[in-house]
């Protein structure tokens, strides 16, 4: 049986990366607050690890400035900085020692296109990203209402869902009909759950899925 790294290198053969989420993962074993449930190694590496970057695997989602909400123990939000060292990624955390657990871990790992912001995204002003992300966090429909001062210019919403998405999205399907989004889920049942849910508009382009 492979090991969760073994499964994870599967899809992302990268020994730079992997160098950095084992780094990650120490940083997370000596925090000193409970970030997560999830202590395992292996488990780590598929439940925390995958799961942000799975997707990228699947589709080119192209951004410049991507912003995660609630972003907690840094997932998915730190993997994607790590994955993508060239593009600019803002951490949204409203509980201070949250926030200050991702400043001291983006810093130990050296994550100079990270910026961690301690605040509530709904009180947020004159940031724009054209990607937004959020895992566990909230239903859609909140997540739309909390980012509205920062979305104007976002191309592409990433919500990390469960299976019952579908009636969450049927509650703000007039809200994406209005602002002309589509809805596209990508579904993953083995190792883990999750129904990736991305909401873009009709202006970007989901990139076709990767063959390699």
Request: net charge positive; glycine share 4%.
């Amino acid at each position: 049986m492979k090991s969760g790294k073994e499964i994870f290198k599967s899809y992302f053969d990268n020994e730079n990366l992997l160098e950095l989420l084992d780094y990650f993962y120490e940083i997370h074993k000596n925090a000193p607050i409970n970030l997560t449930a999830i202590k395992d190694y292996d488990d780590f590496y598929i439940k925390h690890y995958l799961d942000s970057l799975y997707i990228f695997k699947i589709y080119n989602l192209n951004f410049q400035l991507l912003i995660d909400i609630g972003s907690g123990g840094g997932f998915p939000g730190i993997p994607i900085a790590l994955l993508y060292p060239d593009r600019n990624i803002i951490l949204v955390e409203s509980i201070k020692k949250k926030a200050d657990f991702l400043r001291v871990a983006t810093k130990e790992l050296g994550l100079k296109n990270v910026e961690v912001i301690n605040d509530r995204c709904e009180n947020m002003r004159n940031i724009y990203p054209d990607f937004i992300t959020a895992r566990g966090v909230a239903t859609v429909d909140k997540l739309f209402k909390w980012t509205r001062n920062v979305s104007r210019e976002t191309k592409c919403f990433l919500f990390y869902k469960g299976e019952k998405v579908d009636e969450e999205i049927k509650n703000v399907q007039k809200f994406i009909n209005k602002n002309d989004m589509r809805v596209e889920y990508v579904r993953m049942e083995e190792p883990f759950k999750r129904t990736y849910t991305i909401i873009y508009r009709n202006d970007y382009s989901l990139c076709p899925r990767k063959t390699d």
